[in-house]
């Protein structure tokens, strides 16, 4: 299963690289430091460097006001992607990656829902579905983040 999110995580991030390229061309040389993040988590995935997608992650996320849809879109599936590697975090962690996939996700949608779907459909992901699941267990993965916390 992890290795089937891994594939579909670097799959992701090659689509969500070229075109956040595509988009950021024609602007100013400040943004190109957007791309860049994009490129590190797509490489910081494809190493399964949890940490490193972690960190890159939550600078775009900082920064989610400034994204377009494609790019709100793609950070939603990062974060789902990482909430799936439960070895290697805590549910706290879980938790938070799964709310922020889920706003990420939301906010893509009220962006521009059909650039949304239309960066769902061609990582191959019904984020429907997925939202669903994570949203219908959401307070068990709550109380699992309280355990940790205490």
Known sequence: MKKLFSLFAVAVL???AISCSDSKKEESSNDVTEVGKFEMLKQSLK???WTAADSVANLVYEDKENCNA???????????????????INA????????????????AEKADE???NDTYEKAGKDIKS????YQ????????EAKKTIE
């Open 14 to 16: 090659c689509i969500s």
């Open 47 to 49: 190493d399964k460097d």
């Open 70 to 88: 494609r790019e709100l879109a793609n950070v939603a599936l990062v974060y789902f992607v990482l909430a799936e590697q439960t070895d290697d």
């Open 92 to 107: 706290k962690q879980q938790l938070e990656y799964i709310n922020r996939a889920i706003e990420c996700s939301d906010e």
């Open 114 to 116: 059909d650039e949304a």
């Open 130 to 133: 997925l939202k669903k699941k």
């Open 136 to 143: 219908d267990k959401l307070s068990d993965y709550e109380k």
